[in-house]
């Protein structure tokens, strides 16, 4: 009896520990929005300011980016001040999207986020561009996952879900196999009403 009781939880264990758990859309874009922070934060690092005026081309991931932007401008010890005569960062927010394309097997999706944005920095002696940033993210996931990967709190987190393809059962032999069942049952009942 221990046994059982120990192959059983061994078995629920490792179902457990390996459950495929999916990113949702709001927690890839978080991601992808941190590494570009992270990855200015460096290059200011790298021009000796102590400090710049952070501006966010307006965008409905505004907040959400200042925010990272905050923390890794932070965490490079770069002040962020409103003062006049400190260089400017002017982060360029372009496209966000979030978007799912049919795949083979019809019940699945390809699950793709686009996100790029470019930078400016400028110190008021001269101008830089700093390093653009297009990153996409895609994997494979079922229809039925995309209600638990979307966050309706975050518009940007949304997208348009395909129809499914149909295939040759569903367009043609199905519509068949009514019409001819229709057909027999209305031939049947009037067969025995006239007996």
Known sequence: MKLLISIF?????FGVVHADFRPTNYQIIDS???????????EVKTQGLSGVNLKISSHQL???SEMHFIE???NSDIKIS????IAALEVNLGEVIVRYLQHEDSDSLMREILYNCSSILNTGNSTTM????????????GRDEVATIQNFSFPFTLADVPEPN?????KIIKPVVYITTAAITVLLLFT???N
């Not at 149909?166 to 569903?170: A, E, G, K, P, T």
């Open 82 to 85: 409103d003062e006049a005569g």
């Open 130 to 141: 700093l390093s653009k940033f297009d990153k996409s993210y895609s994997d494979i996931i």
């Open 62 to 64: 505004a907040k959400f």
């Open 9 to 13: 939880l061994l078995i629920f264990s």
């Open 72 to 74: 890794h401008l932070s």
């Open 192 to 194: 025995v009403r006239s």
């Open 166 to 170: 149909l295939s040759l059962f569903d």
């Open 32 to 42: 992808l929005a941190s590494e570009y922070a992270r990855k200015i934060a460096s």
